[in-house]
């Protein structure tokens, strides 16, 4: 029988003081440790009710799933509370140097079992609300994924926070608390159609806002300079500001304890209503401020095709840096501390481009507010801020107009002119005049619109730039930055991304969690290169065969969850193909598409007997940008292609396409752990790292891939026999460039190329009509910038080395499981490890 809550003895509250006012810092109750609830089950039960009736306001017996997920969520967090609480008074105490990682996007995933794994809770909360009469897989489903990121940035940020606080590293997340995500995904008639991400509808429990420490973010206006006791400085005049309101999630590291902080930013209006306005009868102008100041942190990455796109993504940059600088010396720093000191306390990373703009607004601090010479602010910001970049694409390294930054920012641009000003400066005194490497090196660019270059800013203002896989730090030394790599002896270094295996093992794969566990003992989980240990077992045929279980197992529940996510199957028996990453042209899923093609031709034209085929389920998740005309006719012709083949009987059911809609990181928890081929096909030079692949292969999915991203460094420890390598190298695409590529030659040569690409464009998936996907063809034979043509053949050729491979599916399990065994090094632990020894230089603290 469910528990009665009316038994729930009253809450004890503190006396006040017999007489006079006693000072809060010492207030015995100040001073004393944090108590946590009981952690017993009956002690969850009460914590559990307690929060339901006076959090959520409700009876058991009258309470909504929703009431009960809440008030679980709440229960929770108050475990992690006290931990929280005494970890920030801890660090407050010691001063020590600590992380202060700024990123756009974090993709953080559902947090309650997260939490509850984390604070060792699992089985507690679960007997306890079975005392309750409740399934907590019930509740389970009430969570809704936070809409804080995007992709494979954004989860990387998740997982480096959660390893920092596994490894008691002092840290702080920064970044945008997000009304709405990047979009919700639907498709209409196969193709996208983006719709809100509204997750925070039924509330978020496991956030806590702190408006009374809200600052205030300046915009606009203009610059003067005054004489300040015979020294001529320079003030920035706003033309108008904003609050930025800090929302907490507590972060907690797996079973020790600790919980670092995560401390995203709301954007609200100063005067967010004018009753005068209102009384006027002008409704909506009385609220024109607060909407106005609302759409900082309103969505995701907005639609920057439009000039008003773009400066409101600048916005939101500066938004986010600024507060977070502001919250970090006002807020963490002791009121009396020295700045001269600051790189013995902090160090702020910075993920990607997107934060960049921090660097001019911590010179604007110290120099400005703080007034501090400016020789030794910029020592001090030189040794504060380190960068790492995550591509190769000249697009997506940020450039914003001076224009727009003069208008939104015109004191920041003055200093990054006087940064420019300065390096350039010290780059003739090293290598004369050499005007072309001037050009070349200048952080403000001329071309093809006078311009501020972000990654060049930050590569000049950090003590390191660091790429994420060790072909792309090459590259990037090499090819994107050889300048600076030259000027900069030693500031470039390599830290290769991981994944956290607390969620991608733990949590995903629970049953080759509990099978690791059994073969090696515990402890793996915090020490991922104990995997190694199951080499061994790859030879016993009783363990692969309980190997094979659990991917056959896991391959059951994908089924079940698509079935009721989207009305999708996967057939049993069927090889799992899978492809799941945004959808870019350089990760070409065109290439993908074309496989599928080709393995239709083939039976439908009768040159491939059908029972020849092996049975195959392909499976897609991916978003493409809003604005990426390109990328959603590739999600069309996928669901084309996917309506068509799977309804065709001639295939007898061994070709099944399923892309199902809105691929988020709760799906993700389902596919990785079901998968046994993984796509990791980008053309070689194009990827940065990448880490899904490393999620696949810890969860013993094959890889075939290109020698691309940190493709190069699985293959080399998984070893050849146990990956399936195809497509050229970068050299190899280099030289091709400058040969001259034409894909329509490619075309031209090879006959099976010739018949995929000439069923796409007959209309055979589009019901006849050859003008649907005409601009596709039409982009693969004259344009092709990411090569699909050029490798095609070597990667038909290996998918039939696949095929054979799959045919002998204990030989398969074996490689399955060497995979397993040899990817510990992809541990986001060992990342931040590398982080800390390269750049950082933060020791944890016990």
Known sequence: MPHEEADLA???????????????????????????????????????????????????????PNDRYLALAHTVRDYLMARWLEDQRGQREAQSKGVAYLSAEYLLGRQLDNNLLASRLTDVATEALAKCGIDIDDLRQQEVEPGLGNGGLGRLAACFIDS????????????????????????????????PDAWLSLGSPWEFPHPEAAQTISFAGHTETYDD?????????????????????????????????????????????????????????????????????KVLYPEDSTPQGKELRLQQQYFFVAASIRDFLTNVLAEDFDLEKLPERIIFQLNDTHPVIAVPEFMRVLVDEKKMDWDAAWAITQQCFAYTCHTLLPEALEVWSVDLLGRLLPRHLEIIYRINDEFLLAVRERFGDDEMRIRNMSIVSDFPERSVRMAYLATVAGAKVNGVAELHSQLLRDKVLPDFNEFYPGKFTNV?????????????????????????????????????????????????????????????????????????????????????????????????????????????????????????????????????????????????????????????????????????????????????????????????????????????ALTIGTDDGA?????????????????????????????????????????????????????????????????????????????????????????????????????????AILNVARSGYFSSDRSMRDYIQRIWHTPPAY
Do not use: C
Request: proline fraction near 5%; avoid cysteine; charged fraction near 25%.
């Open 229 to 297: 006791d015979g020294v001529e400085r320079s003030r920035w005049i706003p033309a108008w500001n904003v609050q930025a309101v800090p929302y907490n999630y507590m972060v907690p590291g797996y079973h020790n304890g600790r919980v670092n902080t995560l401390r995203l930013w709301r954007s609200v209006a100063t005067n967010a209503f004018d009753l005068r306005i209102f009384n006027s009868g002008d409704y909506e102008e009385a609220v024109r401020a607060q909407i106005f100041a609302e759409n900082i942190s």
């Open 10 to 64: 009253p809450v004890d509250s503190v006396a006040p003081a017999a007489s006079g006012r006693t000072q809060i810092a010492d207030h015995p109750l100040a001073l004393a440790p944090v108590s946590a609830p009981a952690s017993s089950v009956d002690g969850f039960v009460r914590e559990f009710l307690k929060n339901l009736n006076f959090t959520q306001g409700v009876p058991l017996s009258a309470s909504s």
């Open 711 to 815: 493709n190069v460094e699985i293959r080399e420890l998984v070893g050849d026999d146990n990956f399936f390598l195809f497509g050229m190298t970068e050299p190899e695409v280099e030289a091709l460039w400058a040969e001259g590529y034409r894909p329509s030659e490619f075309y031209q040569k090879d006959e099976d190329l010739r018949r995929a690409i000439d069923l796409i464009a007959s209309g055979a998936f589009s019901g006849g009509d050859r003008t649907t996907f005409e601009p596709v063809v039409s982009n693969l034979l004259y344009d092709d910038r990411f090569m699909v043509l050029a490798d095609y053949a070597s990667y038909i050729a290996e998918q039939g080395k696949v095929d054979a491979a799959y045919g002998d599916q204990d030989a398969w399990t074996r490689s």
């Open 496 to 700: 290769t991304n991981g994944v956290t295996p607390r969620r991608f093992i733990r949590l995903a794969n629970p049953q080759l969690a509990d099978l690791i566990t059994e073969a090696l003992g515990a402890g793996w989980t915090v020490d991922l290169e104990r995997l190694r240990g199951l080499e061994s077992f790859a030879e016993d045929p009783e363990f692969r065969a309980r190997f094979a279980e659990v991917k056959a197992a896991n391959k059951r529940t994908l089924n079940t969850v698509l079935l009721a996510r989207d009305g999708l199957s996967v057939p049993d028996g069927h090889m799992l193909d899978v492809m799941v990453k945004r959808l870019h042209e350089y990760k070409r899923q065109m290439l993908k598409v074309l496989h599928i093609v080709t393995s239709y031709e083939g039976i439908i034209s009768g040159r491939v007997d059908v029972k020849d085929v092996t049975p195959r389920t392909f499976i897609f998740g991916a978003k493409a940008a809003p604005g990426y005309v390109m990328a959603k006719r590739i999600i069309h012709l996928i669901n084309a292609v996917g309506s068509v083949v799977n309804a065709d009987p001639r295939v007898e059911g061994r070709l099944n396409v399923v892309f199902p809609p809105n691929y988020n990181v709760t799906l993700a928890e389902r596919v990785i752990p079901a998968a046994d081929l993984s796509e990791q096909i980008s053309l070689a030079g194009k990827e940065a790292s990448g880490t899904g692949n490393m999620k696949f292969a810890l969860n013993g």
């Open 164 to 195: 920092l606080a596994t490894m008691s590293v002092p840290s702080i997340g920064y970044g945008i608390r997000y009304e709405y995500g990047i979009f919700r995904q639907t498709f209409v008639d196969g193709q996208q159609v983006e719709q």
